[in-house]
């Protein structure tokens, strides 16, 4: 079992920026590939970012390219997003997610194991 809690979420502004985290606890998350996905209200949850167990291969939603960075500490058993110039439509519910084909990344929330709580970003225009 893998026990992932996120926190860093918050109200701001549009164009500011927020650092997601995601620790983990029960396993050593470098044995899993980890995702963060967003729910808007009245949305399905979307994809948002990917990382492979090594960091080498990442994946990212069309929309959130060269503004959302994810990263991840082994060695913390953590896993960040760093999102920039925020805009209003960033607004949703953020979780991080672990899959356990560690090597790889994918889009797809049914292939994920475990999943966090959540953590509110609200973007104000």
């Known amino acids: 079992q893998v026990q992932l809690v996120e926190s860093g979420g918050g109200l701001v502004q549009d164009g500011d920026s927020l650092r997601l985290s995601c620790a983990a606890s029960?396993?050593?998350?470098?044995?899993?590939?980890m995702g963060w996905f967003r729910q808007a209200l009245g949305k399905e949850r979307e994809f948002v970012a990917a990382i492979n167990w090594s960091g080498g291969s990442t994946d990212y939603l069309e929309s959130v390219k060269g503004r959302f960075t994810i990263s991840r500490d082994n060695g913390k058993n953590t896993v960040h997003l760093q999102m920039n110039s925020l805009k209003p439509e960033d607004t949703a519910v953020y979780y991080c997610a672990a899959d356990g084909r560690y090597w790889s990344v994918t889009r797809v929330a049914g292939a994920y194991d475990y999943w966090g709580q959540g953590t509110q970003v609200t973007v104000s225009s």
């Open positions: 029960g396993r050593t998350l470098g044995r899993y590939a």
